[in-house]
């Protein structure tokens, strides 16, 4: 099968660009050829026509010269001649070659000959270079050298520029209307674009459909698919809000109960568990709010970075932190701060649980911007990494011994943060510290 790879290479990448192209180069193509066969079809039929009847003329004025002895009877038929076929015609001795002198591209210069040296059948010579529009014709009679000058356009038929220039400037003026109307056709593809690629990011912009029908069915899919997703996340939320909220109630009522009960080891191991059970509710709800409806706004997620390092350590965690930005000098991020430190807290929280040494890396580049949480901990296991990213989900028993109170939300919590800004969160194994690397990427 032909490739056709090299071609994409040398496509215009948007899709305004490439329907102009694909309208264009056939109808530019078009008119280029049959312009071209056109114009060489008519000039070379009028100049041959052309040069069929001056080849008649010269021939019937040296017949003419011919028949005179005289020399003087000659020179007053030549001028005679002259003023009936409307040429300057001279009789001498001069001596000349056969063929032509043209000018490089001179097609029809050399039809034009052609034509004469067939009609004439005598030596002849012509010469249109030597002169400006004025062409030399040379015919060699038993009487001497017939020299006729004559102008081009009695000749060659003059290049039809007018044609050329009325039909690039109609298809010029065609072509600027077409482009509009395309430009119109496309913006309701573009905005389409735009506003899914803003819900990817969590905005939820106006977008009224419009355009062609099927541009228009997409956009009122895709209007329709939001509102279905809107609607299930509000759902969601407001279950696991509901669910937290009701059982509280009846924990905290079991709690006063075992304050009235007899202290005792058995009081005890249950007064935890209903610490233990309020934690984790209180994990839930986090996790119902991670998806309230908190606003992006331009943030400097270094801030958030070094609030949260600044937090750890006075907890007595050994962290460090490394920044790297590409673009200092446009150091904001759309983004919801909350949202993201509540993530970037979550991934810390894991590192210093599992870990002891731990290290956060921010990375800005002008696409992107990512957050590295490494530890040396034990790590996960690759083939568990993606368990471990669900809700409500803890890996082995034997890990999270001192771990009490883990909701297995944290992880899950954080890739929903970069899920609803665009962007992902991946898990790694910590090349120098051995332990699990989390990176939580955000599109700028
Ligand atoms: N840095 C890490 N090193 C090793 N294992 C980890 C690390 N982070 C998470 N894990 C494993 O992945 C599981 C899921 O983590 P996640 O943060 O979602 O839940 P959790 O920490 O158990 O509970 P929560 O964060 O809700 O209190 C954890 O139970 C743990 O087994
Ligand atoms: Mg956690």
Avoid: C
């Avoid at 996960?380 to 939300?409: K, M, T, W």
Wanted: glycine share 6%.
């Amino acid at each position: 099968m032909i490739s056709f790879k090299w071609l994409k290479r040398w496509m215009p990448r948007n899709l305004f660009s490439r329907a102009l192209l694909i309208l264009f180069v056939p109808v530019v193509g078009i008119q280029v050829v049959s312009a071209s066969v056109f114009l060489s079809r008519h000039v070379d039929g009028v100049t041959q026509q052309m040069a069929r009847s001056v080849g008649a003329e010269l021939n019937y004025a040296v017949s003419l010269l011919e028949q005179l002895d005289d020399r003087s009877a000659r020179e007053q038929q030549l001028e005679t001649v002259s003023g009936l076929l409307d040429l300057t015609l001279f009789l001498d001795e001069t001596q000349f070659s056969t063929g032509a002198q043209l000018g490089l591209f001179d097609i029809s210069g050399r039809a034009a000959y052609d034509v004469l040296s067939m009609s004439i059948e005598r030596p002849i010579h012509l010469d249109t270079t030597s002169l400006d529009k004025i062409m030399i014709v040379q015919v060699r009679s038993d009487v001497g050298t017939l020299t006729a000058f004559l102008p081009s356009r009695r000749i060659v038929a003059s290049n039809p520029h007018l044609l050329l220039t009325w039909t690039v400037l109609a298809s010029a003026v065609l072509a600027t209307i077409s482009s509009l109307f395309l430009r119109n056709q496309i913006r309701p593809i573009r905005d389409l674009a735009l506003v899914s690629e803003a819900f990817g990011k969590g905005r939820s912009e106006i977008f009224r459909p419009r355009g062609a029908e099927e541009v228009r069915r997409a956009g009122s899919a895709f209007l329709a698919m939001r509102t279905r997703l809107e609607r299930q996340i509000e759902q969601r939320t407001s279950m696991l809000s509901g669910v937290s909220h009701d059982l509280r109630t009846p924990l905290t009522r079991l709690r006063l109960g075992l304050s009235l009960a007899e202290p005792g080891p058995d009081t005890d191991a249950m007064v935890e568990d209903v610490t233990e059970m309020e934690r984790m509710l209180d994990g839930f709800l986090a996790f119902a709010r991670g998806e309230g409806m908190e606003e992006t706004k331009a943030t400097d997620p270094a801030k958030i970075a070094r609030t949260m390092v600044t937090n750890l350590r006075r907890d007595g965690a050994r962290v460090t932190l490394l920044m790297e930005s590409e673009t200092p000098d446009d150091p904001t991020v759309d983004l919801r701060p909350v949202a993201v430190s509540r993530a970037l807290q979550n991934l810390l929280t894991n590192a210093t649980r599992y870990g002891d040494r731990v290290r956060l890396s921010m990375r800005m580049t002008r696409v992107s911007l990512e957050y590295v949480v490494e530890d040396d901990g034990p790590g996960i296991p690759e083939d568990q990494r993606e368990l471990a990213l669900r809700p409500f989900s803890r890996l082995d028993e034997a890990r999270n011994q001192n771990a009490g109170g883990s909701v297995g939300l944290g992880l899950s919590i954080a890739a929903d943060v970069a899920r609803t800004h665009g962007g992902a969160l991946r898990l790694e194994k910590s090349n120098d510290l051995g332990g699990l690397r989390a990176v939580l990427r955000i599109p700028r």
